[in-house]
């Protein structure tokens, strides 16, 4: 189905795996379009309810794969033509996606493990805005996303410098969600996913959307944003089987409807 990434579905759980190893996971044409049709599979499969993205081998991705660039290519259209729709496909999924970083996260493939809503790391990740190294600016929604996360003043520390920092370092910035032992670190990660997957996916949905709105809408505008959506949210099951549970002084037993 696809030729540079593994697709699976564990349960309610998709799992996209990066499979350019020997490239330690480098974008190419290829590999940009497999993480956008993966992504745009499993947001529209209903039974999947959380996604998981990391990569195969030593590395979750260390950027692209500079053996495909030369002095004549257009590297504004190589974005508008890869990068930027692959951005906007893992944008727009409104289940929770993981970014499980199992190893150096460079260039483009920190602007990935960025536009994902959660970053586990293993203990022996790395993040370094590479760019700067080779006179670039970070790219494919690096910017946009980085100082939502760590704010202005680091977002632009970590671009200028271009220095690679350890996991615990991302961890202690907001950069990442959290840090796992190598060893059980997929373990780790399946069990995350699961936890997200067995949450309200509606409500989830919702909760990406306003708070991506809530960057560029003035407060009338969000309050009206927060009525619409609470009224969805207020005709789904899992909202129903919420206040019966609360009730019945029990768990509550979500199915994503």
């Avoid at 497999?34 to 039974?47: C, F, G, I, T």
């Avoid at 970014?99 to 260039?107: I, K």
């Avoid at 670039?136 to 939502?148: C, E, K, M, V």
Wanted: charged share 25%.
């Amino acid at each position: 189905m696809f030729e540079t990434v593994e697709y699976e579905v564990r349960g309610q759980v998709a799992w996209i795996t990066l499979n350019r190893p020997g490239k330690l996971n480098a974008f190419n044409e290829s590999l940009n379009n497999d993480v956008r049709l993966a992504v745009k599979e499993a947001s529209r499969n209903e039974n999947v309810r959380a996604l998981v993205i990391t990569g195969s081998g030593r590395a979750f991705c260390s950027g692209q794969d500079l053996e495909g660039v030369d002095e004549g290519t257009n590297l504004g259209e190589v974005l508008r033509n890869r990068y930027n729709p692959m951005v906007l496909e893992l944008h727009k999924c409104e289940k929770p996606v993981i970014a499980a970083v199992n190893g150096v996260a460079a260039g483009a493939g920190m602007s990935l493990a960025l536009g994902c809503d959660f970053r586990i790391a293993s203990e022996k990740a790395s993040f370094i805005q590479a760019f700067i190294h080779v006179g670039l600016i970070p790219d494919a929604g690096n910017l946009y996303f980085l100082p939502r996360l760590v704010g202005h003043a680091k977002a632009l520390e970590l671009a200028v410098l271009g220095e690679k920092i350890n996991a615990n370092e991302a961890l202690n910035i907001g950069l990442v969600t959290k840090v796992t032992p190598t060893d059980s670190f997929y373990e780790d990660v399946s069990v995350f996913a699961e936890r997200l997957a067995s949450l309200p996916t509606q409500a989830i949905g919702l909760i990406k959307r306003n708070l991506n709105a809530s960057w560029h809408e003035n407060l009338e505008e969000f309050l009206e944003r927060d009525a619409q959506g609470q009224r969805i949210a207020g005709q789904t099951k899992d909202h129903r089987e919420g206040v019966t549970a609360f009730l019945e002084k029990r768990k509550p037993e979500f199915k994503g409807c």
